[in-house]
């Protein structure tokens, strides 16, 4: 019997097969459905995506040349075109190894194996329609990155005890995860635990070890998860990032290896092996795992100019008799693949400077390192910070060792927080026969900010807020690419105003410096927060 709610959801249907398609939309029609929407191929679907909220989506697995479905849920999921509320199913006539893992690893809400009759399409829809009958308020709010509403909505819903219950408490738990209130989170994984072993939620346990530094906690659960279902491919990641955290390099490889060797269509786990491999002088492994990134790369969201540069310095350092021809011919590919992108030309003429003086070419890395610092001087204030590490190691390739311990250092006071990069920071470090305490300088740069820091919140708890403002602006003016400045700049600023009242400049200074955030950390809790402040401010 079908559900009353089947009729008023809005359906996309994306098939490369016309007579599937029109098979899907008759079926839906029978359930009621009126609002029905299809889509030929990856493209057409996230064009779709894009300008309609759909309450559910049918997606085939393999569409032909483009996107295939995995890509359209990764995509779609990474620029939250669909949410909390939506439903993702995915169909497949498939059932190859690497498709089911590559499938089920993105966790769609369903997946249904061609052919299927349509009791059985209702009774998958009418069961995730229950499941997620009452997630619309609360995927508003994490959409408006107001987590700490959109667990209190959660825990208004879970009083209820509706029929979903156990995904609203799962839920919950991810939202604590993300909003850092590890002993709630911990609570709630306990709690689902004395009840029944639930692989997320030992899982979830893990996680708040690896967020309190217990890794050693942290390695225990997640490779007893690893022994007990070798199938488990999130618990490779995090047993690899557990074991990067204890600075065990080796080991961190060889989970990856085993993870892609079970799911190879994960295009970020790819990316993470051949960093890990690269800083392990691997360049095999390397390569092979940035072959993967740029070919899974040609659909994907995530395609980057830095997994082909990798791939050169890879192809550059395995030492054979075609490595040098072979990854200058990995530039050219990443010069065609992005056109006139600044930031990728920067890019490509760092390793082309590194390519050349890993082969001996003294005179043409030092022409393509001139190419590439004045395209650093016009852009190095908003560039990504890996671009930022080529540059350093660009640098170091043409002799300039100082220059390249600046670039660092400037890394560092942009990223004091960042763990991953800290870490990419010490490996670029010692890739460039750079002499001198890594650590120590990386030690002494967080300090100088944590200090700074300090200060400026002390002085505006003061009420000292015209030094505060300056100090904060000058910090977030020479460091625009650190999260924790920015945000304080930006917060002091707004205090300011409401004390003081609105100011045209500050109001001004705020925005940019919010702006920043949104830029390098979208999903900050407190940037939602301050937004609405200043708009209130703002409308005063």
């Known amino acids: 019997m079908y559900i009353k709610e089947l009729a008023s959801k809005k359906f996309l249907v994306v098939d490369d097969y016309g007579d599937m398609r029109n098979m899907l939309k008759n079926m839906l029609q029978m359930f009621g459905a009126t609002a029905i929407t299809t889509a030929k191929n990856g493209a057409e679907a996230i064009a779709l995506l894009e300008k309609t909220p759909f309450d559910v989506v049918l997606c085939d697995y393999n569409l032909g040349t483009g996107k295939d479905g995995q890509q359209i849920l990764e995509e779609a999921r990474h620029r939250e075109l669909i949410g909390l509320s939506t439903i993702f199913v995915m169909t497949t006539a498939e059932n190859t190894r690497e498709m089911v893992f590559g499938a089920i690893e993105y966790e769609p809400d369903g997946y249904l194996s061609k052919p299927f009759t349509k009791d059985i399409l209702s009774a998958r829809l009418n069961k995730l ?304 026969g750079i002499e001198g305490d890594v650590k120590e300088m990386i030690k002494r740069a967080s300090e100088e900010i944590f200090q700074l820091n300090n200060n400026g919140v002390s002085l505006a708890q003061q009420g000292k807020y015209d030094q505060a403002i300056k100090l904060f602006n000058e910090a977030a003016n020479s460091m625009p690419g650190n999260r924790v400045i920015n945000l304080n700049a930006a917060k002091v600023l707004i205090r300011f105003m409401q004390r003081e009242g609105k100011n045209t400049e500050h109001i001004g200074m705020a925005r940019k410096y919010l702006d920043r955030i949104r830029k390098l950390d979208s999903g900050n809790p407190a940037l939602n927060t301050l937004q609405t402040t200043l708009k209130g401010i703002v409308d005063s």
């Open 129 to 432: 329609v229950a499941k997620k009958a009452n997630l619309a308020e609360v995927q508003q709010a994490v959409h408006n990155k107001n987590l700490e509403l959109a667990i209190k909505l959660l825990d208004d819903l879970i009083k209820k005890k509706p029929r979903n219950i156990a995904e609203l408490i799962r839920y919950k738990s991810d939202l604590c995860l993300q909003a850092k209130k590890y002993d709630q989170a911990m609570l709630i994984f306990e709690q689902a635990l004395s009840i029944r072993e639930l692989p997320w939620a030992i899982i979830g346990t893990g996680k708040v070890h690896f967020a309190r530094g217990d890794f050693e906690a942290a390695r225990e659960v997640f490779q007893d998860l690893i022994d007990e279902n070798e199938s488990f491919i999130s618990a490779y990641d995090w047993l690899a990032k557990t074991l990067l955290a204890m600075e065990e390099p080796g080991e961190a490889q060889e989970v990856l290896k085993s993870a892609v060797e079970l799911s190879p269509k994960a295009i970020l786990r790819q990316k993470i092996l051949g960093n890990v491999a690269l800083n392990n002088n691997d360049y095999e492994c390397a390569e092979k795992a940035f072959g993967k990134t740029v070919s899974l790369g040609r659909y994907s969201v995530f395609k980057s100019p830095h997994f082909y540069a990798k791939l050169a310095i890879s192809k550059s350092n395995l030492g054979s008799a075609n490595a040098h021809g072979n990854a200058l011919e990995v530039i050219h590919q990443l010069e065609r693949a992005f056109g006139s992108d600044k930031e990728a030309k920067l890019i490509a003429k760092t390793v082309e400077s590194q390519v050349h003086a890993n082969a001996g070419e003294t005179e043409s890395a030092q022409k393509s390192f001139q190419e590439a610092d004045k395209l650093y001087q016009r852009l190095h204030n908003k560039i990504d910070p890996s671009s930022t590490l080529e540059m350093a190691k660009a640098c170091a390739a043409v002799g300039d060792k100082e220059r390249s311990v600046e670039i660092l250092k400037d890394a560092v006071r942009n990223n004091h927080d960042n763990k991953e990069l800290l870490r990419e920071v010490e490996s670029t470090f010692h890739q460039a």
